[in-house]
């Protein structure tokens, strides 16, 4: 074999090796792609009513405290305080509780089970949205055990289900979309703030306003050390 046939022979290695991977990388897409569009459609359908029909969505704790919006002339109002509503909040709340979807089925029975072991004796938080004349009911237990999802039951049905941990975390905004809480604090007054998760790893963030220099400058002292960023 020549010199010339053999850098021949060695150029149409490296083009296939190069098709190869090429190929290798797109069937890689595809295949990607074509999970990503199995996961999708594998959600769950629990209830589909029209987002416009809702006129009405309450939130009530565990512990009782409970909170309602109702949709006035096209603007959502609180039932309990006069303050201002996040509109954009209670709308993704409604597109959430309207449009029902969850991960999978926990049980088919939930009638079987201890309702206690998923916190839905009672629910954690419990959802009501009045669509219509039509009024629906949903509760939301606790975190799972793979901390993948919440617990979830619908008063559609007898299943138990998993829901959507960044979806839920979206409804509590709705649940919590109150620009004015009508707290009469004076910021200048704040010496010690606190803000922990709903859910997920309950870890505190914790600040301290402090004089460092004879300026009042909030520190961050937990779960790290630093300064906040207050602008």
Not at 24 to 33: F, M, R, V
Not at 172 to 195: C, R
């Amino acid at each position: 074999m020549t010199k010339k046939s053999i850098i021949t022979l060695c150029v149409a290695l490296a083009a296939m090796l190069v098709i190869g991977a090429v190929l290798g990388i797109l069937l890689s897409t595809k295949n990607k792609e074509y999970k990503d569009e199995q996961n999708a459609s594998s959600l769950i359908v629990i209830n589909e009513v029209s987002q416009s029909d809702v006129n009405e969505i309450s939130f009530t704790w565990k512990d009782g405290e409970s909170r309602g919006f109702i949709r006035t002339d096209g603007k959502w109002k609180s039932t309990d305080t006069q303050g201002e509503v996040d509109q954009s909040s209670v709308n993704l709340a409604v597109t959430y509780m309207s449009n029902v979807y969850a991960q999978s089925v926990i049980s088919e029975d939930f009638g079987s089970l201890n309702a206690k072991d998923y916190s839905l004796d009672p629910p954690e938080l419990t959802v009501k949205i009045t669509a219509g004349e039509k009024e629906y009911e949903y509760g939301f237990g606790c975190l799972s055990a793979a901390k993948d999802g919440i617990y979830f039951k619908s008063s559609t049905d007898n299943r138990l289900y998993l829901f959507n941990l960044e979806n839920y975390n979206s409804i509590l905004k709705g649940a919590n979309a109150l620009s004015d809480l009508t707290i009469d604090i004076d910021a200048a007054n704040l010496t010690y703030i606190e803000f922990v998760r709903s859910t997920g790893v309950r870890t505190p963030v914790i600040m301290e306003n402090e004089n460092v220099l004879g300026t009042q400058v909030w520190e961050i002292k937990s779960p790290y050390t630093s300064y906040a960023n207050t602008t």
